[in-house]
C-alpha cells in the first residue's frame, strides 16, 4: 500500500497521520489476499477491531504517538484473545493431537521472536511517519492471525468434528507450490534491497518461519496452510517494497 507523503502545514500533518493510521487499520482487517473470507468477515466485527477504529478517530490520539499506541492497545487485546483461545483448545484436544498443536504454538512463539530484529532493520532504513505506523500494523497482524486461527480450531474442536484431512506434499499441491515461488521471490528481492550487515535478520526469520509452517501443516487442511503462507508472502512483499524508503 502507498500512502500520500504528509504535508506538515495548517493542521495537515494530524490529518494525514489520522489517514494512514485508517489506512494501515484497514491493512489489519482486510488486505491479506490468502485469508480465509469466512474467518476474516466475522473478525472485522470484533470488539477489538472496533475499538481501535474508534481510538484512531480520536482527536486526542491523532498524534503518531496516539496512533501507535491505538495499534498496540489492539495487538495486546489480540494477544489476550490468542491466550485464552489457546488455554480453551488444550481442554478440548485428545493428547496425541494437543501435542501437535503445542509444537504449533511454540514454533509460531519462535517465528515471531525471530521477526522482531527482522522488522527493526526494514524500518532503520526508513524515514517518516507513515512508517513508524507501518511498523506498529505488522508488529498487529501476526497476533491477530493467530488468534483468529485458534478461535477457529476451537469452534471446530467444540463441534466434534474429524481432525483436518491430512495435507499433501506442498509439491503435490499447486497453490501451496505457487505461493512458495512468490515467497521466494520476494524473499531474494528483500535480501538484494537490505543493507548487508542486516540480511542475516532475514535468514534467521525465514527459517524460524520454515519451522512454524512445517509444525503447523500436521493441524490444518491445505486451505489452511495457504492461509499461513499467503500471509507470510504479504508480509515479505511489503518488507521488500519498505526497504529503504524515506
Not at 482486510?30 to 480465509?36: D, H, N
Amino acid at each position: 500500500m502507498r500512502l500520500t507523503r504528509f504535508i506538515a502545514s495548517n493542521g495537515a500533518w494530524r490529518r494525514g497521520a489520522r489517514a494512514a493510521a485508517f489506512a494501515f487499520a484497514g491493512t489489519a482487517l482486510f488486505t491479506l489476499a490468502f485469508a480465509a473470507t469466512a474467518r476474516a468477515e466475522v473478525a472485522a466485527a470484533d470488539p477489538i477491531d472496533a475499538a481501535m477504529r474508534t481510538c484512531l478517530a480520536r482527536s486526542d490520539m491523532s498524534s503518531t504517538v496516539g496512533q501507535v499506541q491505538c495499534m498496540d492497545t489492539a495487538r495486546i487485546g489480540w494477544q489476550t484473545a490468542l491466550d485464552n483461545a489457546w488455554q480453551q483448545l488444550q481442554g478440548q484436544l485428545p493428547p496425541a493431537r494437543r501435542k501437535l498443536w503445542q509444537k504449533s504454538q511454540a514454533s509460531w512463539q519462535a517465528s515471531r521472536d525471530a521477526e522482531k530484529p527482522l522488522l527493526a532493520a526494514v524500518f532503520a532504513t526508513t524515514r517518516g511517519t507513515m512508517y513508524v505506523l507501518s511498523e506498529a500494523d505488522m508488529q498487529l497482524q501476526p497476533v491477530r492471525d493467530r488468534a483468529l486461527a485458534l478461535r477457529s480450531a476451537v469452534a471446530k474442536a467444540s463441534a466434534g468434528g474429524d481432525p483436518p484431512r491430512r495435507a499433501r506434499a506442498c509439491e503435490a499441491d499447486a497453490r501451496c507450490e505457487h505461493a512458495m515461488f512468490d515467497l521466494n521471490r520476494y524473499a531474494r528481492r528483500l535480501q538484494t534491497r537490505m543493507p548487508a550487515h542486516s540480511r542475516p535478520t532475514l535468514t534467521r526469520a525465514q527459517k524460524a518461519w520454515t519451522a512454524y509452517l512445517d509444525a503447523a501443516t500436521p493441524v490444518v487442511d491445505e486451505r489452511g496452510r495457504i492461509d499461513i503462507i499467503g500471509a507470510r508472502v504479504a508480509t515479505i512483499k511489503r518488507l521488500s517494497e519498505t526497504v529503504g524508503n524515506d
